[in-house]
Structure formats: structure tokens, C-alpha cells
T-cell receptor
Framework: KNEVEQSPQNLTAQEGEFITINCSYS?????LHWLQQHPGGGIVSLFM???GKKKHGRLIATINIQEKHSSLHITASHPRDSAVYIC????????????FGKGTKLSVKP | EAQVTQNPRYLITVTGKKLTVTCSQN?????MSWYRQDPGLGLRQIYY???????DKGDVPEGYKVSRKEKRNFPLILESPSPNQTSLYFC????????????FGDGTRLSIL
């Protein structure tokens, strides 16, 4: 079993829809990261969370430490949001490595 | 501009021919890391470095070497590349600690024939 599981693997939405991507993990963590990878391949860090909720524009990330679960929400989705979204956790006690989920491929249709 | 620079971006080469992928960051970050990304497997860590002259294995270190002689540079060395090392490689850097965002390079696509 993977230590970081994302769902769904693939997601197709219509422009304007509210989108949720889920991430569950099985290890104790010190931080959880949400990353975005565009079709060109580059990876950008969206959020880093250790508790609660963060918002940046139309993106909202939440984490529930007790339930070992995080969600990434996109409000009023747009075709430019089409990308792969990757959840990664920094395990407690590990010096520097991240454990990655396999990603969720989002396609937003106009 | 703050950035992580990888070179080359693309490389096609043959089995056994030593190659080096360079990674340089201009943010004075202590932490640097190399990942490979493969379809269906996601990102996996190869090696990481907490500071100059401090490196450690990640999840898939076999067939790779790294060095950290200067803070800004963290090259990835494939001494004898094999076809199973065909992959998309990313270098990343950050300030120390798990709660720091990582800055990624643009990726290097390696094809080993």
C-alpha cells in the first residue's frame, strides 16, 4: 500500500465547476505539500500545510491531521487549471525527503 | 530571479556512456534533492543533500551518484547509464526543514538507448 494515496486519479470538469482532490496518508507528518505540474512538465509548489486551511486565489487547501487527510479545492475552475496535482508529505523524523502521491490529472473543458 | 536551473533539458544517449545532469540554485538554499518521475509511479527521490558535503540516499539511489561541493550546485551523475534510467528528472531546493516549499527545476528528459 502506498503511503500517500490520491483520489481521483483522473478528473474531467466543465469550466466553472467546483473541484476537490483528495490526499490520504498513513505516516505521521510534519508537513504536507500540494504541487502543480503543467503539461510542459514544470512543477510549482502551491501550498505547504501543517494544520488548518490555506487559501490562494481560487485554490483552497485543508488538512485534518487526526484523520490523516488533506483536500485541494478549486473554485470556479478554468481550462488553465488543467494540470496534474501532486500531494507530498514530509514524514516526521525524516531529514529531508518527501513521499509523493501519484498525482491527479485534472482536465477542465471550456 | 530566484530559480533552479537544470542542464541539459533533453538528452538521448547510449548505454554505458557516463553523463552528468547539472543543477544550480541561486537562492542560497541548504537543501537540494533529485527526483525521477515515471508514468504510473509518480515522483521518487534519488538523493538529497542537507548542506555542503552532506548527502544521503533517497528511495531509488541505485545507479546514481551525487556530490555537493558548493552550496549552489548539486550534480547528478550516471556512471554507466542503462535503459531503465530513461526518465524525467527533477532537481529541487529549499530552506532546511520539512515545512519549507520546494523550488523545482524545469526537468531533464533522459533517454538511454
Amino acid at each position: 500500500k502506498n503511503e500517500v494515496e490520491q483520489s481521483p486519479q483522473n478528473l474531467t470538469a466543465q469550466e466553472g465547476e467546483f473541484i476537490t482532490i483528495n490526499c490520504s496518508y498513513s505516516v505521521g507528518i510534519s508537513a504536507l505539500h500540494w504541487l502543480q505540474q503543467h503539461p510542459g512538465g514544470g512543477i510549482v509548489s502551491l501550498f505547504m500545510l501543517s494544520s488548518g486551511k490555506k487559501k490562494h486565489g481560487r485554490l483552497i487547501a485543508t488538512i485534518n491531521i487526526q484523520e490523516k487527510h488533506s483536500s485541494l479545492h478549486i473554485t470556479a475552475s478554468h481550462p488553465r487549471d488543467s494540470a496534474v496535482y501532486i500531494c507530498a508529505v514530509g514524514a516526521k523524523g525524516s531529514q529531508g525527503n518527501l513521499i509523493f502521491g501519484k498525482g491527479t490529472k485534472l482536465s477542465v473543458k471550456p | 530571479e530566484a530559480q533552479v536551473t537544470q542542464n541539459p533539458r533533453y538528452l538521448i544517449t547510449v548505454t554505458g556512456k557516463k553523463l552528468t545532469v547539472t543543477c544550480s540554485q541561486n537562492m542560497n538554499h541548504e537543501y537540494m534533492s533529485w527526483y525521477r518521475q515515471d508514468p504510473g509511479l509518480g515522483l521518487r527521490q534519488i538523493y538529497y543533500s542537507m548542506n555542503v558535503e552532506v548527502t544521503d540516499k533517497g528511495d531509488v539511489p541505485e545507479g546514481y551518484k551525487v556530490s555537493r561541493k558548493e552550496k549552489r550546485n548539486f550534480p547528478l551523475i550516471l556512471e554507466s547509464p542503462s535503459p531503465n534510467q530513461t526518465s524525467l528528472y527533477f532537481c529541487a531546493s529549499s530552506l532546511p526543514g520539512q515545512n519549507q516549499p520546494q523550488h523545482f527545476g524545469d526537468g531533464t528528459r533522459l533517454s538511454i538507448l
